[in-house]
T-cell receptor, first 110, second 113 residues
């Protein structure tokens, strides 16, 4: 399984866009990029996923580079409730297993 | 639509005992995966069941086992508990593989004393 690299922590001002980067340089053709977040040891919450096209839903946007070696999760207007650990995961489309890395601790500040 | 339900939420056991945790997936979901989360190792994949068959297994000792019933509900069992088994155990429910999302339950917090 491809591994991911994320910065350990990031700060963002409330109301501003939060851009969380992820490097997955060894990703292969049938592997999807997933993003989850976890707040206070609750169960991880699904945010968004994609294969090669950019994706947007009510929570966030996912931008995947053309070579698929990196991606960026964008929270358009961060709120204090978005403070969490964000995990970027590369998942083989044939299997239901996620390999979580260390994630990025996003701190949204007033 | 009800989410993923894990029971119990909290559990305290003594070293050497065994424990069984339960996970009820979202209605219609046939895949259930289990994860262990500890401060030192983070979130680690244990195993995945689909239609009552184990499809994938992580790198855990044989003391960790699981099963899935015909209604897709799943249980995991840990025998001969060790202090290091103290963790948050999470299950995730998914319709199938491929281009689908997995939804996690709130977890069972196991403390071994």
């Amino acid at each position: 399984d491809a591994k991911t690299t994320q910065p350990p922590s990031m700060d963002c001002a409330e109301g501003r866009a939060a851009n969380l980067p992820c490097n997955h340089s060894t990703i292969s053709g049938n592997e999807y990029v997933y993003w989850y977040r976890q707040i206070h040891s609750q169960g991880p919450q699904y945010i968004i996923h994609g294969l090669k096209n950019n994706e947007t839903n009510e929570m966030a946007s996912l931008i995947i580079t053309e070579d698929r070696k990196s991606s960026t999760l964008i929270l358009p207007h961060a709120t204090l409730r978005d403070t969490a650990v964000y995990y970027c995961i590369v998942r083989d489309g044939n299997f239901n297993k996620f390999y979580f890395g260390s994630g990025t601790k996003l701190n949204v500040k007033p | 639509k009800a989410g993923v339900t894990q029971t119990p939420r909290y559990l305290i056991k003594t070293r050497g005992q065994q424990v069984t945790l339960s996970c009820s997936p979202i209605s219609g979901h046939r895949s259930v995966s289990w994860y262990q989360q500890t401060p030192g190792q983070g979130l680690q994949f244990l195993f995945e069941y689909f239609s009552e068959t184990q499809r994938n297994k992580g790198n855990f000792p044989g003391r960790f086992s699981g099963r899935q019933f015909s209604n897709s509900r799943s249980e995991m069992n840990v025998s001969t508990l060790e202090l290091g088994d103290s963790a948050l155990y999470l299950c995730a429910s998914s319709f199938n593989t491929g281009n689908t999302e997995a939804f996690f339950g709130q977890g069972t917090r196991l403390t071994v004393v």
